[in-house]
């Protein structure tokens, strides 16, 4: 019988100038900001006292952004890297255009920018990612640049590809 085993891409497969939508989104609540938030110790009124962010501007909590980062690129990893990945390298150019509320769902692409073998360390290639995040209305919420080392196929497998 045959096996479909999900993974990530290997380093050929991925394409430069190609959108990678990934779905389902994921609706953040305020038992996940919290967790997220106590857990990273990051104590910021604007995350856990609704007294206080009630005299914000934003007038609620805020999802804590590194909870909005993490959460954008973990919805890219059944799709993109999931098993294929050797580490990621850096992130860059993250930005938080606007803010996430409890409630608000984030959805996922990711345009992939760049690719090239690996100088270093054959069967391994670098692939830079930008991800984009957006809440239900659309709106970009989130945005980061990522550079990964990826597995090439492995070379038992490219002879089955042919």
Known sequence: MKRVVQRGLWFEEFETGVVYEHRPGRTITE???????????????????????????????????MCTLSTLVGLSVAQLTQGTIVANLGFSDVAFPKPMFHGDTLYAETVVTGKRESRSRPGEGLVTFVHTGRNQHGDVVATATRTTLVQCRPITDRASVR
């Open 31 to 65: 038992a996940d900001n919290v967790l997220f938030t106590t857990l990273t110790m990051n104590t910021q009124a604007l995350h856990l006292d609704a007294a206080y962010a009630a005299g914000t501007a934003f007038g609620q909590r805020l999802v804590n952004s």
